[in-house]
Antibody, heavy 120, light 107 residues
Framework: EEQLLESGGGFVQPGGSLRLSCAAS????????ISWVRQAPGKGLECVSG????????YYADSVKGRFTISRDNSKNTVSLQMNSLRADDTAIYYC?????????????WGQGTLVTVSS | EIVLTQSPATLSLSPGERATLSCRAS??????LAWYQHVPGQAPRLLIY???NRATGIPARFSGSGSGTDFTLTISSLEPEDFAIYYC?????????FGPGTKVDIK
């Protein structure tokens, strides 16, 4: 069974940092692109960052470019999202998702999400 | 960036009724359009990819159609577990944006 498990969410003040992790199992991780998708309170889904299978190509939404960094460790089947200079509008549930056909989706498996709250 | 719009914002129906949801893209996405079901508090679930392909385990009452810029998700007969929010998403390029969602609620 394919599984993705996020961790690392929490409460942080504006300007602070958090590092999210996504642990994958049940599929060939090394050939799979992974993305982070977030949902702010009362809002829809937003794809904020993606990484291809070997980490050579990374992608960021304009809203997080220069503040977030995505990386992966294929030896540990994990993807990380380093989030710096956090703002109140980064408050959201963050999901990691497996891209099924190409690096941009569709997203066939999702984790349960980890909540990030940015507030003073 | 390709912008997806969905209509209606809310669809109020009874179990057993047919649901028709629309998604329109600001430019052609070819056949690279997917649909997801999201129940708040749960992970989103892929229903349909590449316009009309059902994902693994998805019941036949879910079907998709369309091409280019106009797409439709149809639920032929609503089951109680189908009342949720539905999002369309393209994968033509980065960012693979989502539509704002259609909420299907119980009438």
């Amino acid at each position: 069974e394919e599984q993705l498990l996020e961790s690392g969410g929490g409460f942080v003040q504006p300007g602070g940092s958090l590092r999210l992790s996504c642990a994958a199992s049940g599929f060939n991780f090394a050939i799979t692109a992974i993305s982070w998708v977030r949902q702010a309170p009362g809002k829809g889904l937003e794809c904020v960052s993606g990484i291809n299978n070997n980490g050579a190509d990374t992608y960021y939404a304009d809203s997080v470019k220069g503040r977030f960094t995505i990386s992966r460790d294929n030896s540990k089947n994990t993807v990380s999202l380093q989030m710096n200079s956090l703002r109140a509008d980064d408050t959201a549930i963050y999901y990691c998702a497996r891209a099924y056909v190409t690096r941009f989706g569709p997203f066939s498996s999702w984790g349960q999400g980890t909540l990030v709250t940015v507030s003073s | 960036e390709i912008v997806l719009t969905q209509s209606p914002a809310t669809l109020s129906l009874s179990p057993g009724e047919r649901a028709t949801l629309s998604c329109r893209a600001s430019q052609s996405v070819g056949s690279y359009l997917a649909w997801y079901q999201h129940v708040p508090g749960q992970a989103p679930r892929l229903l349909i990819y590449d316009v009309s392909n059902r994902a693994t385990g998805i019941p036949a009452r879910f079907s998709g159609s369309g091409s280019g810029t106009d797409f439709t998700l149809t639920i032929s007969s609503l089951e109680p577990e189908d009342f949720a929010i539905y999002y369309c998403q393209h994968r033509s390029n980065w960012p693979p944006s989502f539509g704002p969602g259609t909420k299907v609620d119980i009438k």
